[in-house]
């Protein structure tokens, strides 16, 4: 599917975007393993949540989703433990990462035997990050030279002490829901503080998890065999997602938006703190602190100027890149994005998806090994962009697109469901003439 932005708009009013999808991710799972009924309000309706709901449910756990409510009956670790000796689930993750890795993770834990596979592109993403050290604990895990197919024979893991090698929240999560399972106490220390969702929302469904500070990461103890409680939760809107309409009202003139009920989570919203050092007029305010902080952002156009993004930064904003690399098109002299080679393998190579974008707006721009150096303001004109089915990068070109004069043509602009099913429609609806 082809869709044809007409730039230049103006944005206004009030946007809401689309529940979290890492939160949502977890929600599910969290929601499989607590005891009894657990409700999930605003859960994401992205394609890749939807693959961790259909997982549950090939595993044999009722779950239900009425009007983006996930209602989902779980019977706590034990009685899950007892599906994985009944079956010997296929599950298809479909081209997320995040069901892959953390279910890789949870699956081997809790002693099941199963196959995880995905499409094309997630056969690409690699894997041997997780089924290395769950082998080094005791795990029977094969793989396809480290990437999907995963095949998990039954095993028992013993306590898990892990420095991650890569920063990186997927691997993060997939260990610690692998020892809720383990007798005993497992550490995962991560040298580089990542996203702490499944940190936060253990924490508050279940006692054995202790975080402790230790810059620049945290030390995560996980004592196993407990129990969790039921969820009861609404997932506060993704920023990930919000972060396009940003940068769609900062480039154009005369804009003003708020962008309602999203996720302001610390670990989260450096991407705010980039845009504002380019100059951004940019404000936020947390109205909820738990399980998630939340609240609205209040953005309004701005003259931009370019930023250095260095290794030390990336981690906490890897997921935002192609939406700065949009904003960095408008910004006065060079934004220069460094330490991002983990962009290479997302769903597409994102470096060289983001250098083809902004040479499609005519421009102009270096492409690094591990980044990319855009020098904004130089003869923009709308283009014909090629997605190369990555959501990302489709939105990435959408909001550019408003503050281009002439018509742009996004290819592939379906993937935006990835993530975001409806956000071309909610982008029109934001601009106003």
Known sequence: MTETIEGIGRLAGS???????SVSHRAVILSALGNGRSTVRSLSSSNDVLATVNAFRTIGVPMKIRENVLSAEGGGLLRFEELGRKIRPAIDCGNSGTTARL???????????????????????????????????????????????????????????????????????AFMLAALFIEGESVIVEPVRTRDHTERMLGWVYSGIDVLPCPPGNRITVSGRGELSNLDMHVPGDISSAVFFITAALVCPRSEIVIED??????????????????????????????????????????????????????????????????????????????????????SDRIAGIVRMVRSFGGSVEELEDGFVITGRTGLHGGEVCSDGDHRIAMAAAAAAVGIEGKTRIRDAECAAVSFPSFFQTLRSAVVS
């Not at 890789?104 to 690409?124: H, I, P």
């Not at 910004?331 to 080679?341: I, N, Q």
């Open 15 to 21: 946007v809401r975007v689309s529940g979290d999808k």
């Open 103 to 173: 279910l890789a993770g949870l699956l081997c834990g809790a002693g099941y035997s199963a196959r995880l596979d995905g499409d094309e592109s997630l056969r690409r993403r690699p894997m041997g990050r997780i089924v290395g050290p769950l082998e080094s604990h005791g795990g029977v895990v094969t793989s396809q030279n480290g990437r999907l197919p995963i095949t998990i024979t039954r095993s028992r893991l013993k306590p898990i002490s892990l420095t991650l090698p890569v920063a990186s929240a997927q691997l993060k999560s």
């Open 262 to 347: 999203v996720l302001l989570n610390p670990t989260r919203i450096p991407v705010l703190e980039v845009f504002r050092s380019m100059g951004a007029g940019i404000e936020y305010e947390v109205e909820e602190e738990r399980p998630e902080p939340r609240g609205r952002i209040r953005v309004k156009s701005s003259d931009l100027r370019g930023v250095c993004i260095d290794a030390a930064a990336v981690p906490l904003l890897i997921d935002e890149l192609p939406a700065l690399a949009a904003a960095a098109l408008f910004a006065e002299g060079e934004t220069r994005v460094s330490g991002a080679s983990e962009l290479r393998v997302k769903e």
